[in-house]
């Protein structure tokens, strides 16, 4: 039984909170399918069996989940035609408790390199960051991602407009997680703002100096190229072998003055490391087919970031199939499950419109 070794800092009281000896000692119906890893799986039904279900086989395979559970919110939720899709009827000490008996159980299930993401608005945020610190450890937390999910608001109620919601992601080890260091192009203001000369062929650029500081009394970089010593107190960025290739590639700009800078283009630029900030707005029930249905590309983004090609992606409240699709899309094996009838049908379409392939199983607790 693994269960994590670290203290939290605090802990959340509240009546009927199990220990996760006790949540992960109750007996479970386990597969009996000789093996479960050859396809992906899409399973109807309560998600706790399912989890519980899961562990034997399971435990220490999936490299990534992402979860977009009830907000514990007491509200129903319909589809542009009324028609129900879920209902988040549990609030308070009964939700905290849903969602931190099935964390326990998710954290099972994570490989060694795993991480979760889970997201949730602002309401319940704070008191699930206190919970997932206990059950990873607070030592596993990673980021608390702010993303910004519409346009700015103008209601009347006192109070600062609400145009985002959060993102808790865990490593089950913070040292060991997969991380993809991937970065974001630049925006058309960052590149008018940066490189604000252009080159017919080459496009926008700017440019820099080609000394530093700090003098180099006997080296190459200390010494006269072109005629022309670095300024006191400096030193070349480069030896003047490498100065001399810059310059037949056109890349040293002289100034009015003679002074040589380097040029550097906005083509070759790597990208900006992202930020804990994210942009990904949600098109909304008008347009789309599910009433809390995630922005795609934001989907993307974790499992670019947290999985690598041959990793398995698991998302226990699966709503439209997003992750799922998207996960598909990206050459990932996935899991998901969802207790909804027509968060099922919802996810089979958006999954068959990419021809994905996938086991389906109605699973009942017995």
């Known amino acids: 039984m693994n269960v994590p070794g670290s203290q939290p800092s605090c802990t959340l009281l509240y009546p009927g909170k199990q220990s996760i000896e006790t949540i992960l000692g109750k007996p479970a119906r386990a597969f009996d399918w000789e093996n ?55 609030a308070d000490h009964e939700y905290w408790e849903f969602i931190r008996e099935r964390v326990v159980l998710l954290r099972e299930l994570l490989s060694e390199c795993g991480s979760l993401y889970l997201h949730i608005d602002k309401k319940a945020g704070h008191y699930l960051k206190v919970i997932l610190d ?47 260091p991937i970065r974001e192009p630049l925006a058309s203001a960052d590149i008018e703002r940066l490189y604000p000369r252009t080159d017919p062929q080459r496009g926008p650029y700017t440019t820099h100096p080609l000394h530093a500081p700090g003098e180099t009394r006997n080296g190459d970089t200390g010494q006269p190229w072109r005629g022309m010593t670095p300024p006191k107190g400096r030193h070349w960025r480069y030896k003047r072998a490498k100065l001399e290739e ?14 040589p800078r380097k040029r550097s283009f906005a083509s070759e630029h790597p990208g900006k490391k992202i930020q804990d900030v994210w942009t ?58 969802d207790c909804s009838p027509f968060a099922i049908e919802v996810a089979q379409n958006q999954l068959s419109r990419i021809s994905a392939t996938y086991r389906y199983e109605i699973h009942q607790e017995s």
């Open 246 to 259: 810059l310059e037949q590639q056109n890349m040293i700009e002289w100034s009015s003055t003679g002074n």
């Open 134 to 180: 206990e059950v990873f450890g607070p030592e596993n937390f990673i980021n608390d991602l702010t993303r910004i999910k519409c346009n700015p608001k103008n209601f009347s109620r006192k109070a600062f407009g609400n145009y985002s919601d959060m993102i808790l992601y865990y490593a089950k080890n913070r040292d060991q997680q997969i991380w993809n």
């Open 280 to 337: 990904f707005k949600d098109k909304g029930i008008a347009y789309t087919q599910y009433p809390t249905e995630k922005n795609h590309d934001l989907l993307e983004r974790i499992i670019a970031h947290s999985s690598t090609p041959d990793s398995w992606v698991l998302d226990a409240f699966a709503g439209s199939g997003g992750t799922l699709a998207t996960a598909e899309k990206m050459g990932r094996k996935w899991v998901g499950m």
């Open 36 to 90: 479960p890893f050859e396809q992906n799986l899409l399973f109807f039904g309560d998600n706790l069996p399912i989890l519980r279900a899961m562990q034997p086989q399971w435990h220490d395979k999936i490299d990534l989940i992402y979860i977009d559970p009830p907000f514990g919110t007491g509200q129903r939720f319909e589809d542009r035609s009324k028609q129900l899709a879920y209902e988040d009827p549990i």
